[in-house]
């Protein structure tokens, strides 16, 4: 009989996938990454327990191109600075990926809240523009000029904060009480240049990041990063404390009857 790809694979095949997995080049990025300061009680209100805001009330957007070969990768963040006991670190909202293959094994394996979207970064002399796009709306789009370099920082580790959990079959509730994830990441830049510019945000129901207002630019950086990560449960939390939050993950048809807050910009 011939090969049947949807059969069982053998121990030796699954072992093959796992190591040709731990042994990808490193991966080069192109990337805008913009930090802003908004309302203290708006990024308290996002942040599922455990996690706690922390000193200053930062949003951060990353929008990057990823050159692979024959299939370029649009991958985005909007993210609130957190704290989970004493570490510090960064909660992202969404992260937009222009490939489905981006998406599963962020989503599935870590519960990174990935959805599939439109990422641009372009760049035309000293001009850059930056967006963010789902639904037809560019709800976070970036622009400016590249005014010079900047020192390159050390290879650092960082650490995003995640929830994975799996919905009940019933539709009520989880399956199982979720895990807070932290994923470390450890990146090396070798290009970085400062960036004069402005943020925008547009409402959009879905992506609701217009919520998070920019109040001061913190910077702007244009650069070139290559990252590894992994990651580990760091803790179980309780099903109740997280539910209010859990339409974070999902394009939920019930936030298209939520308004911006009143007296917002």
Not at 79 to 94: C, N, S, T
Not at 199 to 228: F, H, M, Q
Request: contains cysteine; aromatic residues 6%; negative net charge.
């Amino acid at each position: 009989m011939a090969r049947v790809r949807y059969g069982a694979r053998t121990d030796a095949e699954i072992a093959a996938a796992r190591a040709r997995r731990s042994s990808l080049p490193d991966l080069w990025s192109t990337g805008v990454v913009a930090v802003w300061e908004t309302d203290p009680e708006v990024v308290a209100a996002v942040l599922p327990p455990p996690l706690k805001p922390v000193g200053d009330p930062l949003v951060r957007a990353t929008l990057s191109r990823v050159d692979l070969s024959g299939h370029p990768l649009g991958a985005g963040s909007v993210a609130v600075a957190a704290a989970h006991g004493d570490r510090e670190g960064w909660y992202p909202l969404v992260m937009p990926m222009t490939h489905e293959r981006a998406l599963v094994g962020g989503r599935e394996v870590f519960g990174e809240p990935k959805k599939l979207g439109e990422v641009t970064v372009e760049r035309e002399g000293t001009a850059v523009r930056a967006a963010l796009a789902r639904h037809g709306v560019a709800f976070v789009e970036v622009r400016g000029a590249v005014s010079g370099p900047l020192p390159l920082p050390e290879p650092a580790e960082k650490t995003d904060f995640y929830y994975k959990f799996l919905p009940a079959v019933d539709g009520s509730g989880f399956e199982d009480d979720p895990v807070l994830v932290h994923c470390v990441r450890r990146e090396k830049v070798r290009r970085l240049e400062r960036v004069i510019g402005d943020v925008v945000l547009r409402e959009s129901p879905y992506d609701p990041v217009a919520d998070l207002a920019v109040r001061r630019i913190v910077g702007i950086t244009l650069g070139e990063k290559t990252t590894g990560q992994w990651g580990r449960v760091a803790e179980r939390v309780s099903a109740a404390s997280l539910a209010p939050y859990a339409h974070q993950r999902y394009d939920d048809p019930g936030q298209s009857l939520d308004g911006p807050p009143e007296g917002s910009a």
